[in-house]
């Protein structure tokens, strides 16, 4: 498999700041870890695909201004919520792609905005 | 647009049933099929990934089959435990290695 961490595990914030997610891949350089927002009894939406040294893409609807994303290095990938508002609190969870087009996922990052 | 469904949404059992939870997909054009399970307030963990030259995977009590031709999949869970008890995602790739995934089954087993 592969070990994933993010960090935090919690955050809360005011309405209008930015808040950064960071996930790492602890055993393994991940080339492409991807983004995922989750909000309650829903399921996961992938909001963005990250690789290594390239811009990131996202997926239709996500706004890539709000949602900034920096993949510097083959373990680090990290997310920035921009000016964030109370229809951002979510549940936010990265994963990196492994073999075989298989992915493995952190812990998520339980974000609430006030 | 691929969509994923999951039957039942919800199961309850006592301790020891062997139980079966279903996933279908509209489009039959995948990769690998990747189950997962998901704990209240947690992230995924991988439970078995079926290649897409594969029709079955198996790990300890589970064991998950894959029909690409009718669009799915079914995880079978035996001799169930309340550990077993957490959210079950199915998730099939489709291009450029992106996973989509259906609601979930909720299972809760009871001792």
């Known amino acids: 498999g592969a070990v994933v961490s993010q960090h935090p595990s919690r955050v809360i914030c005011k309405s209008g700041t930015s808040v950064k997610i960071e996930c790492r891949s602890l055993?393994?350089?991940?080339?492409?870890m991807f983004w995922y927002r989750q909000f309650p009894k829903q399921s996961l939406m992938l909001m963005a695909t990250s690789n290594e040294g390239s811009k990131a893409t996202y997926e239709q609807g996500v706004e890539k201004d709000k949602f900034l994303i920096n993949h510097a290095s083959l373990t680090l990938s990290t997310l920035t919520v921009t000016s964030a508002h109370p229809e951002d609190s979510s549940f936010y969870i990265c994963s990196v792609l492994r073999d075989y087009n298989e992915q493995f996922f952190g812990p998520g990052t339980r974000l609430t905005v006030l | 647009k691929q969509e994923v469904t999951q039957i039942p949404a919800a199961l309850s059992v006592p301790e020891g049933e062997n139980l079966v939870l279903n996933c279908s997909f509209t489009d039959s054009a995948i990769y690998n099929l990747q189950w997962f399970r998901q704990d209240p307030g947690k992230g995924l963990t991988s439970l078995l990934l079926i290649q897409s030259s594969q029709r079955e995977q198996t790990s300890g009590r589970l064991n998950a089959s894959l029909d690409k031709s009718s669009g799915r999949s079914t995880l079978y869970i035996a001799a169930s435990q309340p550990g077993d008890s957490a959210t079950y995602l199915c998730?099939?790739?489709?291009?450029?290695?992106?996973?989509?995934f259906g609601t979930g089954t909720r299972l809760l087993v009871s001792p």
């Open positions: 055993d393994f350089q991940a080339t492409t």
């Open positions: 998730a099939p790739y489709t291009g450029f290695q992106k996973l989509v």
